[in-house]
């Protein structure tokens, strides 16, 4: 029986850890966060003003197919599975058990990760990100170039500080600005096609129309970071306006 499990110790822990989450997920009452975040999903939008709309479009989905708080968790509590595993796979394969060790004694991927908040997904995009970007750095072509450029803009439509991830990547490797500036080269044919390509979603998330993620932080700067009661008002101006 023992080396039945040792043979399957990843598959017992994934399952195990996702099935201990989905039950707290259903069994624990929704935090003012949480609720606050629903609220969200009520009114579907490409951004508010204090968050980007991923978090709101995840409980969205997770509520169409559970009307309670395990709807409201559901992808949540995915990716917190995935994320642990991802960063299992981006680690060097020395002791299985030792990382589930590890991961087990850390409270914020256990307790936080069934709290419907914009961290998880920020994280599990994070992980997504550092993964495909390894996998870009050993092969530099278009299609890996597209990826990690979608994982950047879903990290910012996760969390805005998504780009402090971007912009303490690209310090640590200085070439990615050369490969990017230098149009000529490519051009020329010295560089290698998916070279230039890998902002393109996140640049794609910073060009966007006003009501747009990247731009709502700067409207968060130059008005105090008041978003909820200039949300209120606004809304209590639109309800007056019909009654």
């Not at 629903?38 to 559970?66: C, E, N, Q, T």
């Not at 595993?85 to 991927?109: H, N, P, R, S």
């Not at 092969?139 to 971007?166: F, W």
């Amino acid at each position: 029986m023992l080396p039945h499990v040792r043979k399957h110790q990843r598959l017992l822990f994934y399952f195990t850890w996702f099935t201990v989450n989905m039950l707290q997920a259903g069994q624990t009452e929704l935090i003012d966060d949480e609720a606050y975040y629903w609220v969200y999903s009520r009114f579907p939008a490409w951004g508010y003003f204090d968050h980007p709309p991923m978090i709101a479009i995840l409980i969205k989905a997770g509520f169409g197919f559970f009307h309670h708080e395990l709807g409201v968790r559901l992808f949540i509590v995915m990716m917190n599975t995935a994320t642990i595993f991802i960063i299992q796979e981006l680690t060097e394969k020395k002791d299985d058990l030792l990382f589930y060790a590890v991961a087990g004694t850390v409270a914020v991927a256990q307790i936080g990760g069934i709290i419907a908040a914009p961290d998880i997904p920020l994280l599990f995009f994070v992980a997504l990100f550092f993964w495909l970007y390894k996998r870009f750095l050993y092969q530099m072509n278009l299609l890996n170039s597209i990826l990690v450029g979608a994982a950047m803009a879903l990290m910012l439509y996760s969390k805005y500080h998504g780009v402090l991830i971007i912009f303490a990547t690209i310090l640590s490797n200085p070439s990615l600005l050369r490969k990017f500036f230098m149009v000529e080269e490519q051009r020329a044919g010295r560089l290698q096609p998916g070279a230039n390509a890998a902002a393109t979603g996140s640049n794609a998330e910073c060009q966007v129309p006003r009501d747009r993620p990247c731009l709502r932080a700067y409207w968060n700067g130059r008005n105090c970071l008041r978003p909820h009661a200039t949300e209120h008002f606004r809304r209590l101006h639109h309800a007056q306006a019909h009654v």
